[in-house]
């Protein structure tokens, strides 16, 4: 029993000791376990594409041990639904975790980055899905009547619209439209409306100026991308308050914004008649004030100028005034508001955030210790240099301390000793204009850092410094080449200048050949070598000139261009058609056909010629040098093979398409007695009841010569044909009456022989019984006779 009861404790004490060994081993193999799974999307986020103003669901699913903890991030910022009560919905169910966004808008589309990240003490890892937004329509559009190129004068008002077909047409939710100006996007303002609704989308400018001239684009977002439409828009200079006093400057802008100190700058008028510009003024006006102050005493003849004297935190407009021998000019539109603030104090902060939810922020101050006089300025140098003015520049010092801060500054010339320039003026910027510099002397200048304890030590001297116009104007364009557009404008393109020069753009300016007087073709700077001058006359002639411009003024007039009439460009002309075959002897056959619909704007000069046999696919080329007539005879054919022809008309311009293939044609010899078919109906002095019919007289005159001809008339679509004539015509022409006005018809002509009357010639082309301009009602037999010698 004892044996017994020893063998059974040995057993039991084995089963534990094994139990706990497997326990061990499984935590063992439980914590490597852990250990190693680092935490994981088992589902991702995915992207999505969206209606504007419909909820979307976000969804993943994480794993890892211990628990991860999932937090939702909107362009980097965590999400915090308390904030924005009823836009976001956090939820964690079995495992998935999900984001409900309840009213999706436009606006989140521009952060539109949510993202989930998984947070413990391993890397976190992120899910980014990314939300594209459908802009409101997503619609079929087709434009309708487009905006053309228009005009404007400055102070007036345009509007253009382009209007189209939408389907479906909603009124709550019209197309989406974007409006550029020389490739710039346009948001509405006080001087830019904007509308689409109506079937219809338009801009409106309110105020123009010659700032708005350019280049305009609509775009519309279609069901399949987008559509779009441009043109061009011409500003003109309005009235001048003066007689010959200039236009106004355009294109103000203010930068190198410091906390009493901006650099303004503009674009120069075109001066096509007026006296040359003498120089500008610039006048400024606090924000909300409609008091404008005159900045400079004396015009400055650069397209630049220093504004000195402004009030730290105050906001200002600048504008431009143009002066020459004549008077001032109209003043040019008002810049942008620009606020006087020290550009260098942001550079001075050090941002930190805390938890991505706090930012802390920290001047170079807190980190400079304990500094009473600051340390002195370095890198004095010139930043801009001319004639009229020199602008010093310089970085603040380092450590500055926390002391409010100004400079003074000195200047020397040559050997001579050093002297202080602006010992009434605390100047808070690191900028300063100085004018009275003397012509043909060099300077060099030092700056200290001053505050309440005291001064800096003196900054190292700048260079030397001597006030001179460093490039000057540009010089001309070269040659200049106008070449037809339309039968209002002309396309011009020049060489570019040798010497651009920080070139601005260009002024294009058109003259009437046999007047003097030039006009200008733009206003505003353009800055393309190639220019679609608008708004000509059609047929008159004009020459052109180009000049540069930058900073300094207009560069020289180019030479003229070679004079240009107005009319539509060319291009090659369109294919002859009506192909028919007037004559043929068993070799050669003789043909005939029309003249292209359209000629390519120039006078068709050649015809080229094609053959095959109809049973190939090849085709051969008849003649190698042009015809000028419309009549061609091919010879070396096979007798009893059908041929097919095709004809291609040549201009100035080239070889247009050829011709649609004729029918197919037996080269077989002609025997029949009566004469073949006439050719080349035209038609002359059209009139309401009236008109003179011409023709060729056939090749082929068949046993006999020909002694007359009958003229068939029917109406436009009728089989119907009436004989105009009882008697065999002696002449090859026929002056038709009795027509109705407003109405087509068709005419065939028949020749006769002793032997009877021929084959009919081909249909002519449906003309109109309407009164041209210029003809009169009676057409007298000299011009009869004189119609028939031209023909």
């Known amino acids: 029993v004892i044996q017994e009861e020893l063998h059974r404790m040995r057993m039991a004490t084995k089963a534990q000791v094994e139990s706990l060994e497997i326990e061990?081993?499984?935590?063992?193999?439980?914590?490597?376990?852990?250990?190693?799974?680092?935490?994981?999307?088992?589902?991702?986020?995915?992207?999505?594409?969206?209606?504007?103003?419909?909820?979307?669901?976000?969804?993943?699913?994480?794993?890892?041990?211990?628990?991860?903890?999932?937090?939702?991030?909107?362009?980097?910022?965590?999400?915090?639904?308390?904030?924005?009560?009823?836009?976001?919905?956090?939820?964690?169910?079995?495992?998935?975790?999900?984001?409900?966004?309840?009213?999706?808008?436009?606006?989140?589309?521009?952060?539109?980055?949510?993202?989930?990240?998984?947070?413990?003490?391993?890397?976190?890892?992120?899910?980014?899905?990314?939300?594209?937004?459908?802009?409101?329509?997503?619609?079929?559009?087709?434009?309708?009547?487009?905006?053309?190129?228009?005009?404007?004068?400055?102070?007036?008002?345009?509007?253009?619209?382009?209007?189209?077909?939408?389907?479906?047409?909603?009124?709550?939710?019209?197309?989406?439209?974007?409006?550029?100006?020389?490739?710039?996007?346009?948001?509405?303002?006080?001087?830019?409306?904007?509308?689409?609704?109506?079937?219809?989308?338009?801009?409106?400018?309110?105020?123009?100026?010659?700032?708005?001239?350019?280049?305009?684009?609509?775009?519309?977002?279609?069901?399949?991308?987008?559509t779009e439409h441009s043109a061009y828009l011409f500003v003109s200079d309005a009235p001048p308050s003066a007689a010959g006093a200039p236009g106004a400057p355009m294109s103000v802008k203010a930068y190198d914004i410091n906390s009493d100190y901006v650099l303004v700058a503009w674009k120069p008028p075109n001066t096509v008649n007026e006296a040359p510009i003498a120089g500008y003024f610039v006048d400024r006006c606090e924000a909300g004030s409609d008091t404008w102050v005159q900045c400079n005493d004396a015009p400055v003849k650069v397209c630049k100028y220093p504004v000195h004297g402004l009030s730290v935190g105050r906001s200002y407009h600048f504008r431009v005034r143009a002066v020459n021998s004549a008077g001032i000019s109209r003043p040019s539109r008002k810049s942008d508001k620009v606020t006087a603030i020290d550009a260098a104090e942001n550079e001075r902060l050090q941002v930190i955030k805390i938890e991505g939810k706090y930012d802390i922020v920290i001047k170079d101050d807190d980190l400079e210790g304990h500094v009473t006089i600051p340390g002195e300025p370095t890198d004095v140098h010139a930043s801009e240099i001319y004639k009229s003015f020199v602008v010093l520049s310089w970085k603040p010092p380092s450590p500055r301390g926390r002391a409010p801060l100004w400079y003074v500054i000195d200047k020397v010339s040559g050997t001579g000793a050093w002297q202080r320039i602006n010992t009434a003026v605390k100047l808070h910027s690191p900028r300063y204009p100085v004018y009275d510099l003397q012509d043909g002397q060099k300077y060099q200048f030092r700056v200290y850092s001053v505050n309440m304890h005291g001064s800096s030590e003196a900054s190292a001297p700048s260079e030397p410094i001597q006030k001179v116009d460093q490039d000057g104007v540009p010089s001309a364009p070269g040659q200049v080449v106008a070449t037809r557009n339309t039968k209002t404008s002309v396309f011009v393109q020049w060489e570019a200048p040798k010497h651009l020069k920080h070139l601005m753009g260009y002024y294009i300016d058109g003259r009437v050949v046999g007047s003097k007087d030039w006009f200008a073709c733009n206003h505003k700077p353009f800055k393309h070598t190639r220019f679609v001058v608008h708004g000509l006359i059609p047929g008159e002639s004009y020459v052109f000139r180009v000049q540069a411009v930058n900073v300094f003024g207009l560069s020289e007039e180019s030479q003229e261009s070679t004079p240009i009439s107005v009319e539509p460009a060319l291009a090659t002309p369109s294919s002859p058609f009506g192909i028919t075959l007037l004559s043929c002897d068993g070799s050669s056959m003789t043909l005939a056909w029309k003249s292209p619909k359209h000629c390519g704007g120039s006078k068709v000069n050649a015809y080229y010629i094609s053959k095959r046999d109809a049973d190939t696919l090849v085709w051969n080329e008849v003649n190698l040098t042009g015809v000028k007539e419309r009549i061609c005879t091919v010879d070396n054919l096979t007798e009893g093979t059908f041929y097919e022809f095709r004809v291609q008309a040549a201009n100035m311009a080239g070889v247009g398409p050829p011709s649609s293939p004729s029918a197919p044609m037996k080269c077989v010899a002609w025997t029949a007695e009566v004469p073949g078919p006439a050719y080349d109906l035209s038609f002359s002095e059209v009139r309401s009841h009236s008109l003179v019919i011409l023709w060729k007289a056939p090749v082929y005159t068949g046993a006999s010569a020909v002694t007359g001809y009958f003229v068939d008339m029917a109406k436009k679509d009728s089989s119907e044909f009436v004989t105009l004539n009882e008697e065999a015509l002696k002449h090859r022409y026929l002056q038709v009456s009795g027509l109705e006005e407003g109405q087509f018809y068709v005419f065939r002509v028949r020749a006769v022989n002793a032997k009877g009357v021929g084959k009919a010639s081909q249909l002519s082309e449906p003309v109109c019984a309407r009164a041209l301009p210029g003809n009169s009602s009676i057409v007298s037999q000299e011009q009869l006779f004189k119609l028939t010698q031209s023909h």
């Open 24 to 226: 061990r081993e499984v935590n063992t193999l439980s914590d490597v376990y852990l250990i190693s799974r680092m935490p994981d999307f088992m589902v991702a986020l995915r992207p999505h594409t969206v209606w504007e103003k419909t909820p979307v669901k976000l969804f993943c699913t994480v794993q890892g041990n211990p628990r991860p903890i999932v937090k939702w991030y909107k362009g980097g910022m965590p999400i915090d639904p308390p904030s924005t009560p009823g836009k976001y919905k956090i939820e964690n169910k079995y495992g998935v975790h999900s984001l409900i966004i309840s009213r999706y808008v436009e606006q989140l589309l521009h952060n539109a980055s949510h993202n989930a990240q998984i947070l413990f003490c391993f890397p976190f890892r992120s899910s980014v899905p990314h939300l594209t937004d459908i802009h409101p329509s997503k619609l079929e559009v087709s434009f309708l009547d487009r905006f053309p190129v228009s005009f404007g004068v400055e102070g007036s008002s345009v509007s253009l619209v382009c209007t189209m077909v939408v389907v479906p047409d909603l009124p709550n939710l019209p197309p989406h439209a974007q409006w550029y100006r020389d490739d710039k996007l346009l948001k509405p303002g006080k001087l830019v409306e904007m509308a689409v609704g109506g079937s219809a989308a338009s801009l409106t400018l309110p105020h123009l100026a010659k700032d708005d001239e350019g280049l305009y684009t609509v775009r519309i977002f279609t069901k399949d991308g987008t």
